[in-house]
């Protein structure tokens, strides 16, 4: 049994008074002990603990036939590609390498709100007014490079889902101008 004794104060003896002893209370703590376990059980029991968060992807079918691969033709004026480096570096351009569109030149930057968000939020905003339609969104083109980190994918998948871009892939194959202009932002 759980309780709680109190002393009367040590006994002194002093002035040659007699006083009448004091009993020592005891208070039963052994229901206070089972209300707190109770207690613990029950919002142990009752939180939603935290589930984890992911993202959805859209994969490619693996029943398709990868003999009959489409080319699917895009307006340039649409695209914006990012190409991942190491040491946390970005290059992107909007529209085509060869022909960038104005304002879209290669250019490098960083990671966060000043960086590459400020970029796609700016081409998000753009481009369904230069093509004219609401429909038709920024489409993004992600080519990780093998100096890339994890990590460095991860931030820019989470700038997908801030700048809320309706269409963007994650590309492996680089043409030789891209390749160029990788191995020069991972200085090769």
Avoid at 47 to 65: F, I, N, R, V, W
Avoid at 130 to 142: E, F, M, P, Q
Wanted: with cysteine; glycine share 8%.
């Amino acid at each position: 049994m759980a309780e709680l004794n109190t002393n009367d104060g040590g006994g002194k003896k002093g002035s040659g008074k007699v006083r009448s002893k004091k009993q020592n209370s005891k208070v039963d703590l052994t229901a206070m002990v089972d209300l707190a376990f109770l207690l613990i059980t029950f919002f142990m029991l009752t939180t939603t603990l935290s589930k984890p968060q992911a993202m959805d992807l859209g994969l490619p079918d693996k029943e398709e036939d990868k003999t009959k691969e489409k080319d699917i033709k895009v307006d340039q004026r649409r695209t914006m590609t990012i190409i991942l480096g190491d040491d946390n570096k970005i290059e992107w351009f909007h529209g085509l390498l060869e022909s960038p569109e104005a304002g879209g030149k290669p250019t490098q930057t960083t990671h966060g709100r000043e960086g590459i968000r400020k970029e796609i939020l700016k081409r998000v905003e753009s481009v369904p007014q230069v093509t004219g339609n609401k429909d038709k969104g920024l489409i993004v083109i992600i080519k990780p490079t093998k100096e890339s980190t994890y990590r460095n994918l991860v931030d820019i998948l989470d700038e997908m889902a801030i700048c809320s871009v309706p269409t963007y892939a994650i590309v492996n194959d680089f043409s030789p101008e891209e390749k160029a202009l990788a191995d020069k932002l991972n200085k090769k």
